[in-house]
């Protein structure tokens, strides 16, 4: 079942906070109509809620997890894939058709070379999706725990290897580092000229 | 009126529009805008309000469906009482001053 927007929003609060008022909450949105000022309210109104919940923890009153990727991390990576996937598409024709020859799909490229070139911020779009990718799918990867006891405080990040996330990590790694390669080649000659 | 000129703290306003009788989250938005002329966000407005229930001046009563009434307990009364005093006393000074 696909989330519903207030549900996406009601996400950003702590658990606990959630679990108290997110029905009441999630009541009021659908009563009030979820406009973007709302939309802005509840996420600025649950931003709140995490500092507070981080400075309790750090006070010792409680424990805190950041890990907001943590517990679905197969829909982050196949939503960093999503991103990724123009960029990659593009960069694996181009290496084919003016890298490897494959001239049957220099006449595919044309087109879209062009179209690059007409609209404003595509290429920049082009270029930023690789490293949002790669936020997207390291995201799931990491939690930082919070705790304070009676003497001491602790902050324990907990870093673990999920092979799906890794693969589109690396992927968007190397799309990105081609891509930058390609545009410094293409660069430097004009530079010189 | 601006907004900058209205007052804006929302938990003085629930505690204010909560002093006339219970009410859920809704009523007390729709009390809050008719009474101070402010249309209190929904975050904002159960982030008020979690505080209060937090700090014992307001309780839940039992659900009504999926909206859950609030009312002013004896200390949040006090509480607003002795806010509502201090606000006076700082608003009659102020006139007093400008020669109103």
């Known amino acids: ?193 | 009126m601006t907004d900058s000129q209205q007052p804006t703290d929302p938990a003085l306003l629930l505690m204010i529009s909560l002093a006339a009788g219970p009410k859920h989250g809704h009523a007390m938005l729709l009390d809050v805008e008719r009474f101070a002329g402010v249309r209190l966000g929904p975050g904002t407005l159960y982030g008020a309000l979690s505080r209060l229930e937090q700090g014992g001046q307001v309780e839940p009563l039992p659900n009504e469906g999926r909206r859950r009434p609030y009312r002013l307990t004896e200390s949040g009364r006090l509480a607003l009482e002795q806010r509502l005093g201090n606000l006076q006393r700082a608003v009659s000074t102020g006139i007093a001053r400008v020669g109103a």
Request: proline share 7%.
């Open chain 1, 1 to 193: 079942m696909t989330p519903s927007p207030t549900m996406l929003l009601l996400r950003l609060y702590p658990r606990v906070w959630r679990e108290r008022y997110g029905d009441e909450l999630a009541d009021l949105i659908d009563s009030t109509g979820l406009t973007p000022r709302v939309a802005f309210d509840v996420a600025r109104a649950a931003a709140n809620e995490r500092a507070s919940t981080a400075r309790l923890a750090l006070a010792g009153g409680g424990a805190m997890v950041i890990g907001p990727a943590y517990r679905h991390p197969n829909a982050w990576a196949l939503a960093a894939l999503a991103i990724l996937a123009p960029t990659l598409a593009f960069v694996c024709l181009s290496i084919l058709a003016y890298q490897l020859g494959a001239t049957g799909l220099v006449p595919l490229m044309e087109p879209i070379n062009a179209w690059l070139n007409s609209v404003r911020f595509a290429d920049i779009v082009l270029v930023a999706s690789p490293p949002l990718a790669l936020l997207l799918a390291a995201a799931p990867l990491l939690k930082l725990d919070l705790r304070r006891g009676e003497r001491s405080a602790s902050a324990v990040i907990d870093l673990r290897l999920l092979a799906l996330n890794v693969l589109v990590g690396l992927l968007a790694i190397v799309v990105s580092v081609v891509l930058v390669g390609h545009i410094l080649a293409e660069s430097v000659p004009q530079v010189g000229r």
